[in-house]
């Protein structure tokens, strides 16, 4: 098979190299044009004489090599080497008009045979080597029968020189010609591995991009400065910042929150090696996230002063979400069949006692049988919380759309029906916020969760004037919340660890299972619970004290309730 040229290799390659490389001449071609025309314009406002016809031709080559340069195109055949039309304007054009100008002038002043070497370099570096080879032959010839037509005509003085000058010059063209075309086939071939590698590096791009971007972890990138260089998007989420900012940087600095995993990173840097550590982020208003950070170094390379710090981050919400499935999957089924065999006993327990209770009149047995009733009431209701947890939730309804209630009315009902089951103790001050926006929740869950965070925050309140306050509010980003605050005294951090834990609890008498059965609830909503010591007034006071936060999902704007008024966040 016939070797391909240099363009062939380029149009398949990159098709606007070839471009350039074809303009590059065309242009070339036009200059020199309009070089021999301004040339000629000069010597005829000189004085001296020159041929109408010669500005004539020279004019007809100009507007041929412009009409070639602003409308042609760079064309190839079907075998991928320059059309016979393209040699045949170009190379054949050039040779016949450089070689006729070189017959037209007059006095011998002007000597055009070095301008045939254009057609020479243009075949090299877009024809094969053939091509150039034989282009550097006929423009060799040319020159040999431009000399004979001097000799012809008696202008010409001594012939061997005028032979031996020729023949020189002949020589360097096809010496131009090989080198061209060696030089521009290796600048070819260097250009293909260029661009392949270049495409291999922009594929590999790509595909880190889409698995970061991806990712469920999340990955921050961090100078020594703690200037994050980029985070995708479910960093951005754990960071509490918004997603949509794209890839502008974040100085870790400029939130209370991040001042811990810049510490982690300025670590890693001081000690150079990789660390771990598990940290909470917090933002105010918003519910703390726990998150596990790994952190790695990069190498540093040549040009680069600093190395840099990629900070691997995991929210441990979803690690112990995972845990607690795998241990309630094992857990649920034994628990259900214990408490359905727990029922039954219980069961014949309470009405035997009852019965016994009707038939007795001594005051000590009636205590008796009162504490049986009360501890087996108790056990009812341990046995109805395990069963609760251990059923499949179900929703109510037979539509796909969520149950929608309006958050202030719904918290307002649940405290006043709570107050009033104790009045003298069960005191709670009500703050509403959210202007009747809607959250898609169960009522019935909604005023399980209310009760259970009350009862707590009636455990270990003081009994003071707003010890236990109860807030609705709307997020900067229009998301409701509800806050349970009491003024109870902080708890231990084991306590805290494990405080939504099932059948965890700092009491004896507890079953555990309130906050467990409050997280659940809310998760079925896709809502969210945390725990937090916040700092409320009461009495123009600022008092410390336990705060339970719901963070609510936004319902989708088609299913708001229709209202006349703008809600401004809080």
Not at 38 to 66: D, E, I, K, N, R
Not at 450 to 455: A, E, G, P, R, Y
Request: hydrophobic share 45%; with cysteine; aromatic share 6%.
């Amino acid at each position: 098979m016939t070797p391909a040229s240099p363009a062939a290799h380029l149009a398949e390659s990159d098709p606007l190299a070839l471009a350039r490389v074809w303009y590059g001449f065309m242009t070339a071609r036009v200059t020199i044009a309009l070089a021999i025309l301004v040339w000629h314009g000069a010597l005829l406002a000189l004085g001296q004489t020159v041929s109408p016809w010669m500005l004539l031709f020279c004019s007809g080559y100009l507007a041929s090599a412009l009409a070639l340069r602003l409308t042609g195109r760079p064309s190839h055949s079907h075998s991928g080497h320059p059309s016979k039309r393209f040699w045949m304007g170009t190379v054949g054009v050039d040779a016949l008009v450089f070689s006729t100008l070189q017959l037209m002038q007059s006095g011998g002043s002007i000597n055009y045979s070095p301008l045939l070497g254009l057609p020479v370099l243009l075949a090299a570096v877009l024809g094969r080597r053939a091509i150039a080879l034989g282009t550097a032959a006929g423009m060799t010839l040319l020159l040999l029968l431009l000399d004979i037509w001097k000799l012809y005509t008696h202008r010409a003085g001594d012939e061997a020189a005028l032979f031996m000058q020729s023949g020189m010059t002949g020589m360097g063209y096809f010496v131009a010609a090989f080198l061209v075309n060696q030089l521009a086939v290796r600048l070819e071939r260097e250009e293909q591995l260029a661009l392949h590698s270049q495409q291999d590096a922009q594929l590999q791009t790509r595909v880190n991009e889409l698995v970061i971007e991806t990712l469920t972890d999340g990955v921050l990138v961090v100078d020594a400065s703690g200037s994050a260089r980029a985070a995708n998007p479910a960093a951005r989420l754990l960071l509490g910042t918004d997603s949509r900012t794209g890839k502008a940087p974040l100085q870790l600095d400029s939130q209370p929150g991040w001042l811990a995993l810049l510490a982690l990173a300025q670590k890693t840097f001081a000690e150079e090696s990789t660390q771990q550590a598990d940290i909470r982020i917090q933002h105010t208003g918003r519910s703390p996230r726990r998150v596990r950070v790994r952190t790695r170094m990069t190498a540093a390379e040549e040009g680069q002063a600093d190395s840099l710090c990629v900070m691997f981050l995991h929210d441990l919400r979803e690690m112990e979400a995972r845990l607690r499935t795998e241990k309630m999957a094992a857990m649920g089924r034994m628990s259900a069949a214990v408490a359905h065999e727990i029922r039954n006993p219980l069961a014949a327990i309470t009405q035997a006692n009852a019965l016994l209770e009707e038939d007795l009149t001594d005051p000590a047995q009636q205590r008796l049988t009162t504490m049986v009733r009360h501890n087996a009431q108790r056990l009812a209701k341990i046995v109805d919380e395990v069963l609760e947890i251990a059923r499949v939730p179900v929703r109510s309804g037979h539509g796909s759309a969520p149950l929608q209630i309006k958050l202030d009315e719904a918290v307002d009902t649940v405290c006043r029906d709570w107050s009033q089951q104790d009045p003298t103790r069960r005191k709670v001050q009500v703050s509403l916020g959210t202007l009747g926006l809607p959250v898609d929740f169960d009522p019935d869950h909604l005023r399980r969760v209310l009760v259970n965070l009350l009862d707590n925050a009636l455990r270990y309140e003081s009994g003071q004037v707003g010890a236990i306050q109860v807030d609705t509010r709307l997020l900067p980003d229009r998301q409701s919340s509800l806050l349970v605050w009491s003024d109870g005294p902080p708890m231990e951090q084991a306590v805290e660890q494990h405080l939504f834990e099932p059948f965890f609890s700092s009491e004896s008498r507890s079953s555990g299972l309130g906050l467990y059965i409050c997280r659940e609830l809310c998760e079925r909503h896709r809502a969210s619970i945390a725990y937090q010591r916040a700092t409320r007034e009461r009495g123009g006071l600022a008092v410390q004290g336990n705060a339970f936060m719901v963070q609510f999902r936004p319902p989708k704007p088609s299913t708001l309730v229709a209202r006349s008024f703008d809600i401004q966040p809080v």
